[in-house]
């Protein structure tokens, strides 16, 4: 531990109530919680009494959560299952548009599904779901700020609230279970579940934590309480690189003072269930590497239950068993005797329950490891209530008002803005003035909730798909008069000079895990992978006319570029439903609000500045930690620098060219004869030339894809304004990447080239044709004479014929040449 570091564990322990300053403390001294939910000997009794009646196969049934597509109320009798859940985009009957009545009667046929087994005693299955900022699977129910816009709110009591907001719409679809809060504490940007952590100060997580679980879980005295989830125990913010699923190098220390301080006041809330994390964890301090989370018995077994004295269940995460080593998705003795009690198995749950059994049969598994599981889940299904009502009893049940606050969920919008730059109009701009909103993230609600909105990733939705919501456009148009709002999405033929002020609503589009991670090769610039946005600030700035920009993001950014064009800047974090809590502060209404937001997180002034935290070495922020303005402060930036380093930040094996990490430094460009077209920043657009047609389109995630359509001779390639800059670890065994679907196979001959080099790549082109995704990585060595630091057109596809295919991911990989999917050199002659 650093001595920096130290002294912020130590500032956190003095900071801290009395009774947590030996958890802060640098000797890793783990401390027994207490809980909210006290011992109870009857209770105890009847557990034991239920245990002591159940065979083998009930055990493990009562052990296993399958997904609701993979499981039938059928199944829950025939198997014992002692839990469902419903993954993200998941819905009753796969109807995305399903009332709370309909997720209620899908909730309360499972429920009388696990009354008819042949137990001893029946014990009620327990649905379970992810409703992480609101009961965001579900149209119509009201979307809040994700964690990062609570965090900037620095307001525990709203945070309460919003816990028990959530849970009362989760009771409403006759669910009883959330896997909330997230306890992250995030140390690198470019991980892609930023959002969900509320802020780099372990001191807001441990606030808000114990706050939430009281809102949600109460004391189960009422009917809009659910089961709580602390999650993901632990590290999960601190994976090196900011890799989901990476690895957390620390200390035991600080793992504890850094990443278990929102765990102290959750359990003493009296947090039922704890989910495992992903990641894995190496203790920088003995060098002992405990690998994933899932199969450490230190961690779940050690620290959770005995150090801590948790007496409710862990659940894993999705398949997350399976990446323990010597595990598969149906079959993990190492993560049960490590301390997981329910195991997530959406689809190979029957292998599962199957292999199980055998396990403990053959003494793998100790007997006495599933009575303590199944202990552990009777337990809390006791505490909960759930053997006194069923879904359809509770007082809340199919009403869908009962999912909305949209009056709190609006607050919460006001209080998470954060004021970063405040040199032009004062706020809020009077009713009356002729307004341009520009970007587009102004209407659309999929961009302004971000990823675990309706679906996993936040993708694939409508404005339509939103139920009582309102766009941030929406908002503006109701404060200042509609007459008075001209919308251009990307301010294309507009004279802004006819206006008072443009409002431009930029940001990054939805994410989540796993996509919206940017990597080891990419920056945290955001115009290299949103260039639309600084495009549309270039055609409305040094106008004559005010430039007030919101941005609406799951993380902090490099946008020194967007600052500079901007006279006011204001981080809308990802606010959910309700657009016109950001309209509440731009123009004057009813009521007077202030700026009270405060940033969560350092916003960086470089942008390698991926890992920025308070205490952190060379700490050197553009905004530090817990800054923001209000309306009455002025600032005075002056031109900031707008520099970017070519290649990315740090050592890596990539080199992006156009993909998640940057879209920008290399622009796709189609030419037909002497004609050429630099393709633009407007997703929605298509661009042509004769033979060739551009679109966007999808191979991984929502419009992360172009799709080229040649009709005759013609060729799409990426540009740049300077030649490649490789590292020598993207140049070692290199090989040209990049994810393809052939949607028609060439017609014609067709040819790739880096530069002058050039392949045939006809009958690869013809091979993959009609196979869906397809990752493809050509060896450098296969085109001939490249000269690497000559090349400034790195991808280029000619096509003399018929043929179609999307592209994106398009990167130079270091040591790709090697693997053995790598394209043979002899097959490209």
Same mark, same amino acid.
């Given at each position: 531990?650093t001595?920096k570091?130290?002294?912020?564990v130590?500032?956190l322990a003095?900071?801290?109530?009395?009774?947590t300053i030996?958890?802060a403390?640098?000797?890793?001294?783990?401390p027994?919680t207490?809980?909210?939910?006290?011992?109870d000997?009857?209770?105890?009794?009847?557990?034991?009494?239920?245990?002591?009646?159940?065979t083998?196969?009930q055990?493990?049934?009562?052990m296993?959560?399958?997904e609701?597509?993979?499981?039938?109320p059928?199944?829950v009798?025939r198997y014992?299952?002692g839990?469902?859940?419903n993954?993200?985009?998941?819905?009753?009957n796969?109807?995305?548009?399903?009332t709370?009545?309909?997720?209620?009667?899908?909730?309360?046929a499972?429920h009388?599904a696990?009354?008819?087994?042949?137990?001893?005693v029946?014990?009620?299955?327990?649905?379970?779901?992810?409703?992480?900022?609101?009961h965001?699977?579900?149209?119509?129910?009201?979307?809040?700020?994700?964690?990062i816009?609570?965090?900037a709110? =620095?307001?525990? /009591?709203l945070?309460?609230?919003?816990?028990?907001?959530?849970a009362?719409?989760?009771r409403a679809?006759?669910?009883?279970?959330?896997f909330?809060?997230?306890?992250?504490?995030?140390?690198?940007?470019?991980?892609?579940r930023t959002?969900?952590s509320?802020?780099?100060?372990?001191a807001v997580?441990?606030?808000y934590?114990g706050?939430?679980?009281?809102?949600m879980?109460?004391?189960f005295?009422s009917?809009?309480?659910?089961?709580?989830?602390?999650k993901?125990?632990?590290g999960?913010g601190g994976?090196?690189n900011?890799?989901?699923r990476?690895?957390t190098?620390v200390?035991?220390?600080?793992l504890?003072g850094?990443?278990?301080?929102?765990?102290?006041?959750?359990l003493g809330a009296g947090?039922q269930?704890v989910?495992?994390s992903?990641?894995s964890w190496?203790d920088?301090?003995t060098g002992?590497?405990?690998?994933?989370?899932?199969?450490?018995?230190?961690?779940?077994?050690?620290?959770?239950?005995?150090?801590?004295?948790f007496?409710?269940f862990?659940?894993?995460?999705?398949?997350?068993?399976?990446e323990?080593?010597?595990?598969?998705?149906?079959s993990c003795?190492?993560?049960?005797?490590?301390?997981?009690?329910?195991?997530?198995?959406?689809?190979?749950?029957?292998?599962f329950?199957?292999?199980t059994?055998k396990?403990?049969?053959?003494?793998?598994?100790?007997?006495?490891?599933?009575d303590?599981?199944?202990?552990r889940i009777?337990?809390?299904k006791l505490?909960?209530?759930?053997?006194?009502?069923?879904?359809a009893?509770?007082?809340h049940?199919?009403?869908?008002?009962?999912?909305?606050?949209?009056a709190?969920?609006r607050?919460?919008?006001?209080?998470?803005l954060?004021?970063?730059?405040?040199?032009?109009?004062?706020?809020?701009?009077?009713?009356g003035k002729?307004?341009?909103?520009?970007?587009?993230?102004?209407?659309d609600?999929?961009?302004?909730?971000?990823?675990?909105?309706?679906?996993w990733?936040?993708t694939a939705?409508t404005?339509?798909?939103?139920?009582?919501?309102?766009?941030?456009l929406?908002g503006?148009?109701?404060?200042?008069?509609a007459?008075?709002v001209?919308?251009s999405?990307d301010?294309r033929?507009?004279?802004v000079?006819?206006?008072?002020?443009?409002?431009?609503v930029?940001?990054?589009?939805?994410?989540?895990e796993?996509?919206?991670?940017?990597?080891?090769?990419?920056t945290?610039?955001?115009?290299?992978?949103?260039?639309?946005?600084?495009?549309?600030?270039?055609?409305?700035?040094?106008?004559?006319?005010?430039?007030?920009?919101v941005m609406?993001?799951g =993380?902090?950014?490099?946008?020194?570029?967007?600052?500079?064009?901007?006279?006011?800047?204001?981080?809308?974090?990802l606010?959910?439903s309700?657009?016109k809590g950001v309209?509440?502060l731009l123009?004057?209404g009813a009521?007077?609000?202030?700026?009270r937001g405060k940033?969560?997180f350092?916003?960086p002034?470089?942008?390698?500045q991926?890992r920025?935290?308070v205490?952190?070495?060379?700490?050197?922020p553009l905004?530090?930690?817990?800054?923001?303005l209000?309306?009455?402060?002025?600032?005075r930036l002056? /031109?900031?620098?707008?520099?970017?380093p070519?290649?990315?930040?740090?050592?890596s094996?990539t080199y992006?060219?156009?993909?998640?990490?940057d879209?920008?430094?290399?622009?796709l460009t189609i030419?037909?004869g002497?004609?050429?077209?630099?393709?633009?920043?407007?997703?929605?657009?298509?661009?042509a030339l004769?033979?060739?047609?551009v679109?966007t389109?999808?191979?991984n995630?929502?419009?992360?894809?172009?799709?080229?359509?040649?009709t005759?001779?013609?060729?799409?390639?990426?540009?740049?304004?300077?030649?490649?800059?490789?590292?020598?670890?993207a140049?070692? /065994?290199?090989?040209?990447?990049f994810?393809?679907?052939?949607?028609?196979?060439?017609?014609?001959?067709?040819?790739?080239?880096?530069?002058?080099?050039t392949?045939?790549?006809?009958a690869?082109?013809?091979?993959?044709?009609g196979?869906?995704?397809?990752?493809?990585k050509i060896?450098?060595a296969?085109?001939?004479?490249?000269?690497l630091a000559k090349?400034?057109?790195?991808?280029?596809i000619?096509?003399d014929?018929?043929f179609a295919?999307?592209?994106t991911?398009?990167e130079?990989?270091?040591g790709?040449?090697?693997?053995?999917?790598?394209?043979r050199?002899?097959?490209?002659r």
């Amino acid at each position: 531990m650093t001595p920096k570091l130290r002294s912020l564990v130590l500032a956190l322990a003095v900071a801290l109530p009395a009774h947590t300053i030996q958890a802060a403390a640098p000797t890793a001294a783990w401390p027994k919680t207490g809980s909210a939910i006290q011992h109870d000997a009857a209770l105890e009794k009847r557990v034991a009494e239920i245990v002591g009646k159940m065979t083998l196969a009930q055990k493990i049934g009562q052990m296993t959560q399958p997904e609701i597509k993979a499981a039938t109320p059928a199944d829950v009798t025939r198997y014992y299952l002692g839990s469902v859940l419903n993954g993200g985009g998941s819905w009753p009957n796969n109807n995305k548009h399903a009332t709370a009545k309909e997720w209620l009667a899908l909730a309360q046929a499972y429920h009388e599904a696990s009354m008819k087994t042949d137990m001893a005693v029946k014990v009620p299955v327990i649905w379970g779901t992810d409703a992480v900022h609101g009961h965001n699977n579900v149209p119509g129910a009201t979307l809040f700020p994700h964690n990062i816009g609570l965090g900037a709110a =620095r307001n525990p /009591k709203l945070v309460r609230e919003i816990g028990a907001a959530t849970a009362k719409a989760v009771r409403a679809t006759g669910i009883a279970w959330v896997f909330g809060p997230t306890l992250a504490v995030v140390r690198d940007d470019r991980w892609g579940r930023t959002y969900e952590s509320y802020a780099e100060d372990p001191a807001v997580v441990k606030r808000y934590a114990g706050e939430y679980v009281k809102g949600m879980q109460g004391a189960f005295k009422s009917d809009a309480n659910t089961v709580a989830t602390a999650k993901h125990f632990i590290g999960d913010g601190g994976t090196e690189n900011g890799k989901d699923r990476g690895v957390t190098k620390v200390s035991e220390a600080e793992l504890l003072g850094i990443h278990g301080q929102g765990y102290l006041t959750a359990l003493g809330a009296g947090a039922q269930t704890v989910m495992a994390s992903f990641n894995s964890w190496t203790d920088t301090a003995t060098g002992v590497e405990h690998g994933k989370l899932h199969g450490s018995k230190v961690a779940l077994n050690d620290i959770l239950k005995n150090k801590m004295g948790f007496d409710g269940f862990v659940v894993s995460d999705w398949n997350g068993i399976g990446e323990v080593a010597g595990c598969r998705n149906d079959s993990c003795p190492q993560a049960i005797n490590a301390g997981i009690d329910m195991i997530m198995v959406p689809d190979e749950w029957k292998a599962f329950i199957a292999n199980t059994i055998k396990q403990v049969e053959s003494g793998e598994i100790p007997m006495a490891r599933i009575d303590d599981a199944v202990t552990r889940i009777l337990r809390v299904k006791l505490r909960a209530g759930l053997f006194d009502k069923s879904p359809a009893q509770n007082a809340h049940a199919g009403k869908d008002e009962a999912m909305q606050a949209r009056a709190l969920a609006r607050q919460a919008v006001r209080e998470s803005l954060v004021l970063l730059k405040n040199e032009g109009p004062a706020l809020p701009l009077a009713r009356g003035k002729k307004l341009l909103v520009v970007g587009k993230s102004a209407d659309d609600l999929s961009n302004q909730s971000g990823g675990w909105s309706l679906t996993w990733q936040g993708t694939a939705n409508t404005n339509a798909d939103f139920k009582h919501a309102d766009t941030i456009l929406a908002g503006i148009r109701a404060a200042a008069g509609a007459a008075n709002v001209s919308y251009s999405l990307d301010a294309r033929n507009v004279d802004v000079s006819s206006f008072d002020a443009v409002i431009a609503v930029i940001g990054e589009r939805p994410y989540a895990e796993g996509d919206g991670d940017i990597g080891l090769s990419g920056t945290l610039r955001h115009s290299s992978r949103y260039p639309e946005d600084l495009a549309v600030l270039r055609k409305v700035a040094g106008k004559g006319r005010p430039v007030i920009t919101v941005m609406v993001s799951g =993380r902090p950014l490099y946008t020194n570029d967007l600052l500079n064009l901007s006279d006011t800047f204001i981080a809308a974090w990802l606010p959910g439903s309700e657009g016109k809590g950001v309209s509440d502060l731009l123009v004057a209404g009813a009521k007077a609000y202030d700026f009270r937001g405060k940033l969560p997180f350092s916003w960086p002034k470089s942008a390698c500045q991926t890992r920025l935290n308070v205490g952190d070495k060379d700490y050197a922020p553009l905004f530090a930690y817990g800054y923001g303005l209000n309306k009455a402060s002025r600032s005075r930036l002056g /031109k900031l620098d707008e520099s970017i380093p070519a290649g990315g930040c740090g050592v890596s094996n990539t080199y992006p060219i156009f993909s998640q990490a940057d879209r920008a430094s290399f622009p796709l460009t189609i030419r037909a004869g002497q004609q050429s077209t630099v393709l633009g920043a407007d997703l929605n657009a298509s661009f042509a030339l004769p033979g060739i047609v551009v679109t966007t389109s999808q191979v991984n995630t929502q419009q992360d894809a172009k799709l080229v359509s040649w009709t005759g001779p013609a060729t799409f390639e990426a540009r740049g304004a300077r030649p490649m800059a490789l590292p020598a670890a993207a140049s070692d /065994k290199a090989a040209l990447r990049f994810d393809t679907i052939v949607q028609a196979a060439p017609a014609g001959k067709v040819a790739m080239a880096m530069q002058g080099a050039t392949i045939d790549a006809t009958a690869l082109f013809k091979r993959l044709a009609g196979k869906g995704k397809q990752s493809v990585k050509i060896p450098l060595a296969c085109f001939p004479g490249l000269d690497l630091a000559k090349v400034d057109t790195p991808f280029s596809i000619t096509s003399d014929a018929a043929f179609a295919a999307a592209f994106t991911n398009i990167e130079i990989a270091g040591g790709a040449a090697a693997e053995a999917d790598a394209v043979r050199c002899e097959e490209l002659r």
